[in-house]
């Protein structure tokens, strides 16, 4: 190797270096980017660990905010963030701490279910690390996530999945997809461990109902729906039917599989005595055949690959030119989980559970996610917490 | 018991790139063609980026 060789393999590897460096500044800062989120004087919050101390100090020990109202009644969980590349559940569940107030009973949060899955992107789906939301004060951001937990924080992965207990077979990459690994074991992967965490929190707070707050592409049947396990079965048909005929959008229901397992709707059914019942809301940005996967798409819905592929018959929910905004989205969210604490009222009226201050699916529309998000420059500094 | 192999596998998985990084600057410095250099760092990049555990 003479002097010329030397100087060019320098350069060369030199260039890498600083393609690498610039790469890894950027993955470094999406996975550390601390987001706010403001809780008022109503507002506890406890980690996952409390639950579980094994989880302590692990990436998974996520915030689980406690809204409680002056009056004893139900309690109700709602995750957020189960599957981070779903922007509109944790949305949704950001407008749930920042504005319930409660009157009577609890609200359990939780806006990073799988907090892993919040600190990746995709892998080739070029997707933004990042999106705002416009404020009138400005624009939050908020981590744009993946539908698995972090391979830097489990792997690698196995050939096939084999879950744990029905010791059914699944896809190789589910053994981190938080909505396949309910209920979960102490001694198990990370991803197993969070949702038994989360079992342990749903039996020591007498949970009684569990909504998972997702989003599916247009292109999977099961969309614009709740998903109910069997013990919820009256209760989300009573929803589904108020919120079709009273505010202007339409959802259905869906009966849990009894032999699918893995999911929160199934397995938290099965193993606690809480209702489980899950929400999916349209996003275009998680269809196979949609163009750009940029913040614009995931925020405004739009795509005419997608309009495309409903011409041809291929989708399960509508979409024209308007696309699904994010706004419709987090509304349909906030909506549907207010109507299962109305509908839960009128089957338990000894145990009610009263919320306000919630904007619904036709405010949010009009005014924006924006409009219900609260700028942390104007409170105290111990009332702003970071996911 | 599960937990403690899973850990076993990942630290091997860890192992097994620092192996193949050290495997392919090998390779870029012994090679004559600069083609074969450049590719060489474009597939080193990925590698670094999980050893680091940035990505
Ligand atoms: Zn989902």
């Keep these: 190797m003479d002097r010329k060789d030397i100087i060019r393999k320098s350069l060369i590897g030199v260039a890498g270096l600083v393609v690498m460096t610039v790469a890894g500044i950027s993955f470094y800062q999406h996975r550390h980017y601390k987001e706010e989120v403001v809780i008022s004087d109503q507002v506890q919050v406890k980690k996952l660990a409390d639950y579980f101390p094994e989880l302590s100090g692990s990436v998974n020990d996520c ?45 359990i949060v939780v806006l990073s279910t799988n907090r892993s899955g919040t600190t990746v992107t995709r892998p080739s789906g070029a997707y933004p690390q990042l999106y705002t939301i416009p404020t009138a004060w400005g624009g939050q951001k908020f981590r744009m996530g993946d539908r698995w937990t972090n391979p830097l924080d489990q792997w690698p992965d196995p050939e096939v999945y084999i879950h744990y207990p029905s010791r059914q077979n699944l896809a190789y990459m589910d053994i981190r997809n938080l909505n396949r690994a309910w209920p979960g074991r102490a001694n198990g992967t990370l991803t197993e461990r969070t949702t038994f965490a989360f079992m342990n929190l749903i039996k020591q707070e007498k949970v009684d109902v569990v909504i998972d707050l997702h989003e599916a592409e247009l292109q999977y049947p099961v969309i614009n729906t ?37 999911l929160s709707h199934r397995e938290i059914g099965d193993n606690s005595d809480a209702i489980s019942l899950l929400l999916e809301a349209p996003e275009p940005f998680l269809d196979a055949t949609r163009g750009i996967t940029g913040e614009k798409q995931l925020l ?53 559970i009263v919320c ?20 942390p420059k104007t409170v105290d500094k111990g009332k702003v917490i970071f996911e | 018991m599960n937990a403690i192999l899973t850990e076993i596998i990942s630290i091997l998985y860890y192992a097994l790139i620092a ?26 990049i990925p590698f670094l980026l999980r050893l680091f555990m940035l990505k």
């Design chain 1, 63 to 107: 915030n689980i905010y406690m809204v409680e109202g002056s009056e004893p009644g139900a309690t109700i969980m709602v995750l957020a963030g189960s599957h981070p590349e779903e922007p509109a559940g944790r949305l949704a569940g950001w407008i749930l701490v920042e504005q319930a107030k409660m009157q009577k009973g609890r609200l």
């Design chain 1, 226 to 262: 709740i998903v109910t396990h069997e013990k919820g079965q009256d209760l989300a048909t009573m929803a589904s039917m108020t919120l079709t005929d009273f505010e202007g959008f339409s959802i259905g229901t869906e009966f849990s599989p009894v032999n699918l397992h893995g």
């Design chain 1, 300 to 352: 405004e819905g739009k795509d005419a690959f997608v309009v495309k592929a409903g011409k041809h018959g291929l989708l399960y929910a509508p979409i024209d030119e308007n696309g699904w905004p994010i706004a419709t989205r987090v509304g349909r969210h906030t909506s549907t989980v207010l109507q299962i604490l109305q509908s839960w009222n009128e089957f338990h009226p000894e145990k009610e």
């Design chain 1, 356 to 375: 306000e201050g919630v904007p619904k699916y036709k405010e949010l529309i009009e005014k924006g996610v924006g409009a219900f998000l609260i700028d």
């Design chain 2, 19 to 44: 192996f193949l990084v050290v495997l392919i600057i090998y390779n870029m410095i012994k090679t004559k063609d600069w083609k074969k250099e450049i590719v060489y760092v474009i597939i080193l």
